[in-house]
């Protein structure tokens, strides 16, 4: 168990110097994609991008989004499916009509490959659906990326129906 926080641990510094380097991206004609959120690690190893607040364990966003809050993902990939695109919209209007709304954007998988594989699938599953909002119009101010990876699974099975719950991003209020 250590040895999974120290490998994230390692990780979460090369981020860091990586993202020391990059530019400003205060260029007016760039595309932003959600690459220029500052990364880090927050208690639970896990890597953070912006300043998620902690996740909580009960459902506190608005009521209207209650059952439109997870994205569920294929075995390795980040591409949403086009059966999630009525959640991407439910979720992009409430926060265009809410701009003071914040919403943390978690990345998980299921148990399968090496913890620090398991941390970047999940970063780039987070990151998906944050493109896929800012691409809906959401200001990317208002979403904060984390990613869990294999840690926080939903259903702790150890086949094809527990791994199927456990690949996705969580959008928390």
């Given amino acids: 168990m250590l040895n999974k926080y120290f490998v994230a641990l390692l990780c979460g510094a090369a981020m860091l110097s990586l993202n020391a380097c ?3 991206g205060s260029s007016s004609d760039l595309v932003n994609d959600g690459s220029d959120i500052q990364e880090g690690l927050d208690s639970d190893g896990a890597v953070t991008v912006g300043d998620p607040s902690s996740s909580s364990d009960g459902w506190n966003g608005p009521a209207e989004l209650r059952d439109q809050h997870t994205v569920y993902f294929n ?3 980040d591409q949403i499916q086009d059966q999630y695109v009525s959640v991407m919209q439910a979720n992009a209007r409430y926060l265009r009509s809410n701009p003071d709304a914040r919403v943390v954007i978690e990345g998980h998988t299921d148990e399968r490959g090496t913890p620090e594989y398991n941390i970047a699938l999940g970063e780039r599953r987070a990151r998906s659906v944050a493109r896929y909002m800012q ?5 990317i101010n208002q979403m904060s990326v ?3 990876g294999e840690e926080k699974p939903v259903d702790p099975g150890h086949n094809e129906s527990a791994w199927s719950q456990n690949r996705r991003a969580v959008l928390n209020y």
């Fill in 146 to 148: 984390v990613s869990y």
């Fill in 135 to 139: 691409n809906l119009g959401v200001d």
């Fill in 22 to 24: 990059s530019t400003d």
């Fill in 75 to 77: 075995y390795d990939s």
